[in-house]
């Protein structure tokens, strides 16, 4: 069986400094850790971007973690609007904001070394039909993309509920509209796999695997966009992670839990230990 790697998220201990945060995950004994960007931990618009990456680098390397690279904070960019503005924003100068928080994101994620950098699509606005809101998808993560590809980094974009890209077949549809460029690849988060798609949750890994670059992972139920530490959903986790394991997927598997800051050491020493056991139910390939 391929060892899965498996890390926490930085979004649901924003109550710790950066440092006491990765330094707890290193002491747990995690893989690694998904980095949002965000004012807390590493700011990506405050001055001295490249220094203060360099010094996290070094950190991480000292900690022996590997990193992923998030961008889903919430008032990153407007304290007022959550995700705010996205992609698909009518006004283009918003939506500039948002690709030069991604272009910016591909250099972080260059320079720390991370095996992916996540982003996702963003809400529809009001009174806007479908198709517009796909055209500015595709085009506002035309420079992100070509700055991925330059960087070598691969961008790996979340279904998420309730946003424009929503699904599987959604982001299958961003593929196709963009020509299905090598570097675009897939956030899977487990708990939006229970939530709506028409597959299980294993089901997804398998029909997502050639594109899989960034997993994320908690327990959640049916139709309810939640996300619970495990054991309070209805995720059943063993098939999960022995399908991760077929499909050899090299990445971190990063629980996400953003709203549980205020317990986040606890979610973090308890996660660990349900997911390693969870993976020890699953059975090793057979050698024959």
């Not at 961008?71 to 609007?81: I, N, S």
């Not at 030069?100 to 982003?119: F, I, P, S």
């Not at 509209?177 to 956030?187: A, M, Q, S």
Request: hydrophobic residues 40%.
């Amino acid at each position: 069986m391929t060892s899965l790697r498996f890390g926490y998220g930085t979004n649901g201990l924003t109550d710790l400094r950066l440092d006491d945060a990765l330094c707890l995950l290193a002491d747990l004994g995690y893989d690694g850790v998904g980095l949002t960007l965000d004012h807390m931990h590493l700011d990506p618009l405050a001055p001295d971007l490249a220094a203060r990456t360099r010094r996290v680098a070094r950190r991480l390397e000292e900690l022996g973690l590997g990193v992923t690279v998030e961008t889903g904070a919430r008032y990153v960019l407007d304290p007022r609007r959550k995700h705010g503005p996205s992609l698909l924003d009518p006004d283009p100068d918003d939506r500039a904001r948002r690709v030069d928080l991604l272009v910016r994101a591909v250099r972080v994620a260059a320079d720390l070394g991370a095996h992916a950098l996540h982003c996702f699509s963003g809400t529809t606005p009001p009174h806007t039909d479908e198709d517009t809101a796909w055209k500015r998808l595709a085009e506002a993560l035309a420079p992100v993309l070509d700055a991925a590809t330059a960087a070598g980094v691969p961008l790996a974009v979340e279904p998420e509920p309730g946003h424009l890209l929503a699904t599987l077949d959604d982001f299958h549809h961003l593929r196709q509209l963009l020509g299905g460029p090598e570097v675009l690849g897939l956030t899977l988060d487990i708990g939006h796999c229970q939530c709506l798609e028409p597959l299980s949750p294993e089901d997804c890994v398998r029909a997502a695997a050639p594109w899989l670059r960034h997993v994320q992972i908690e327990d959640m139920r049916r139709g309810v966009h939640e996300h619970l530490p495990f054991g309070d959903g209805e995720i059943d986790f063993p098939p999960v992670l022995r399908a991760l394991a077929a499909a050899s997927y090299q990445g971190l598997t990063v629980v996400e839990l953003p709203r549980h800051s205020h317990a986040g050491p606890h979610q973090a020493a308890r996660s660990l230990p349900f997911l390693r056991h969870a993976a020890g139910q699953a059975p090793e390939r057979s050698t024959l």
